[in-house]
Nanobody
Framework: QGHLVESGGGLVQAGTSLRLSCTASGRSLMWLHMGWFRQAPGKEREFVAAITSSGGTTYYADSVRGRFTMFKENIENTAYLQMNSLKPEDTAVYYC?????????????????WGQGTQVTVSS
């Protein structure tokens, strides 16, 4: 069973950028679809972005499309979430997931495994 570790979160001002990393140990990410989710205080966890195992196709929530980019570097066994033009409403704990599946363009995280999360706080 693999282990995911997220990093790169922090406190930033609106309009700036952050890059989150999700690194795996104990298992290669090369053959796994992956996703990023986030959970704000008092809200349910929501989908942010996902990528196919090859890295060839990405999917985004409407709220982040055009601002966030997800990509994989299989040689580094790491997935990234580049977040630009951050807004206060992006404030949340961001979680990485590996080993999900796609169903009609929707990333399903019912199987696989999660990282521990990294806090992103965007001030106005």
């Amino acid at each position: 069973q693999g282990h995911l570790v997220e990093s790169g979160g922090g406190l930033v001002q609106a309009g700036t950028s952050l890059r989150l990393s999700c690194t795996a140990s104990g298992r290669s990410l090369m053959w796994l679809h992956m996703g990023w989710f986030r959970q704000a205080p008092g809200k349910e966890r929501e989908f942010v972005a996902a990528i196919t195992s090859s890295g060839g196709t990405t999917y985004y929530a409407d709220s982040v499309r055009g601002r966030f980019t997800m990509f994989k570097e299989n040689i580094e066994n790491t997935a990234y979430l580049q977040m630009n033009s951050l807004k206060p409403e992006d404030t949340a704990v961001y979680y990485c997931h590996a080993g999900g599946a796609f169903d009609s363009g929707t990333y399903i995280a019912s199987a696989g495994y999660w990282g521990q999360g990294t806090q992103v706080t965007v001030s106005s």
